[in-house]
């Protein structure tokens, strides 16, 4: 009738499409509602070219079909179309009458023996693994205060990722986890919001060209001679910092050079892999208690203030003295590069990181350090400022959970989202007598999870590393959620 009387030919075509649309909506969300669940719509009928559209029963007809069975339906008003037809809007009430399956209800079956078994022998706290140097070289491309221990991310990636399956790490850090899941050869992304972070672990999770590498170099040797720090860039140097200030680090030789190779990567900031690597390798010299550091003698994690000498150190030898240890252990022959995004885990999650078969992250824990302080000189290098110091924080995650959790609500509703049927969410958390964080996020996730599991691991083995302060977490917890 439409496509006789219709003054317009796309009228047929968009009520066909607008009921093959509401279809497909609604066989998505059966799969997340029990059975029984009520639906309640509240729909207006229409009419075009003198031809009345009855919405409520053709979307009746629709649902029927995919087992909504309607209970109510009551009218709410009428109304008066422009040519002066009679209409109605409707309140519809439906019943799912599905058959008990859920879209979240998964099938363990698939890691339930591999994690009994993690959970009984802690494989992570046994040799090999439980060795501090244990895995791949490039874990250590660039020290970073609580980073997961890379066992750890080894053997969750692979009870819970299946062979060629996809992962999402969202608070990614340095790319532990990331890493471990491109090193089996799995599918997987990373979300991090902090530039240093997001710089080591895209230098990590990519596959690099030695020769490129050295021409980065090469370019960077070039800008540093060719070029000299401004006075403001000195002035800077001279009155920002935490533990110390910036000038204290270095040998003033030294400190023209580091001052140079910031404003380098600042106003061309790194893309390619090679571009994160030499980065990352830059960051992870930039201070600490060897010879292969730039700096005065002070901590390779957090940059204590400063002792000792301030002999001048080349940046461009020691660069690429650090770049050729990190490219001399080869990856894995089923290497399968992953992907790190810079964005903020509680905001809309990018199309493609979908049909995961798993989501392992650790966030911050709720009292640890504070990781852009204890990581200062490193984001400075990167492009921060006092003022970023001051407000970027307040939108972190590690900040933002301290006055409510409700911030994790959009990163559990887009795990539920995004993972497959049989998907499963892996939370490494930190428990202290200030918050319970799994009970927290448990509780959280039960409107899109269903089988849930807390699991318990003293931290009484962890290294200090020589940190004298990493917060009062007792213990680490496991929270699986599917």
């Known amino acids: 009738m439409l496509e006789e009387n219709a003054y317009d030919a796309r ?17 998505n969300i059966r799969h997340h509602l029990n059975n029984k669940a009520v639906v309640a719509i509240d729909i207006g009928d229409s009419c ?48 799912y009458i599905g058959n008990g399956n859920r ?20 494989p992570h706290q046994q040799n090999p693994y439980a060795k501090r140097n244990w895995g791949h070289s490039l874990h250590s491309l660039c020290s970073y205060p609580g980073k997961m221990k890379p066992a750890i991310a080894h053997h969750l990636v692979k009870i819970f990722v299946p062979e060629h399956g996809r992962l999402l790490d969202p608070f990614a850090g340095v790319g532990t986890i990331p890493f471990e899941a491109a090193l089996q050869g799995k599918t997987s992304y990373g979300f991090e919001i902090s530039q240093a972070a997001f710089v080591i672990a895209s230098g990590k999770v990519q596959l690099h060209d030695r020769g490129k590498c050295d021409e980065i170099i090469a370019d960077l040797k070039e800008y540093i001679l060719s070029n ?66 730039l700096s005065r003698r002070s ?3 957090t940059p204590y203030k400063p002792t000792g000498p301030a002999e001048y150190r080349s940046l461009i030898q020691r660069l690429r003295e650090k770049v050729e240890r990190g490219l001399t252990e080869q990856l894995s022959l089923n290497f399968k590069p992953g992907k790190i995004i ?29 990781f852009y302080l204890a990581n200062w000189l490193r984001l400075w290098f990167c492009g921060w400022n006092p003022a970023d110091f001051e407000g970027r924080p307040l939108g972190f995650v590690e900040e ?12 559990l509703r887009q795990a539920r989202e995004h993972l497959k049927k049989d998907g499963v969410l892996v939370m490494h958390l930190g428990k202290s007598e200030k918050c319970n964080m799994s009970e927290k996020l448990l509780e959280l996730g039960k409107i899109w999870f269903r089988n849930s599991e807390i699991f318990e691991e003293s931290v009484s083995h962890c290294e200090s590393h020589g940190i004298r302060d990493k917060g009062t977490v007792s213990s680490h917890q496991y929270l699986v959620m599917s």
């Open 48 to 95: 075009y070219g003198g031809v009345h559209v009855p919405v409520d029963r053709l979307l009746t007809a629709c649902l029927q079909n995919l087992g909504f069975e309607e209970k109510d339906v009551t009218e709410l008003r009428k109304r008066r179309s422009k040519g002066g037809s009679i209409l109605k809007q409707t309140l519809l009430i439906y019943s």
């Open 342 to 370: 810079f964005q903020d885990a509680t905001s809309w999650w990018p199309q493609e990181i979908d049909e995961l078969d798993a989501i392992i992250t650790s966030p911050p824990f709720f009292d640890s350090t504070r």
């Open 299 to 301: 901590h390779p994690i």
């Open 400 to 411: 933002r959970q301290k006055k409510n959790f409700d911030v994790y609500v959009p990163i």
């Open 228 to 293: 000299k720090p401004t006075a403001k860039e000195l002035e800077y140097a001279n009155v920002f910092g935490f533990n110390g200030k910036v000038f204290e680090y270095y040998n003033p030789d030294t400190l023209n050079e580091v001052m140079l190779a910031r404003r380098y990567f600042v106003d061309k900031p790194a893309q390619t892999p090679e571009e994160f690597f030499v980065l990352s390798s830059l960051l992870h010299i930039l201070h600490g208690n060897r010879p292969y550091a």
């Open 11 to 27: 009228i047929p075509r968009m009520i066909s499409s607008y009921f093959g649309d509401v279809a497909e909506v609604f066989s």
């Open 103 to 122: 879209f979240y209800t998964a099938d363990i079956n698939r890691w339930e023996k591999d994690w009994k078994q993690f959970k009984a022998q802690l």
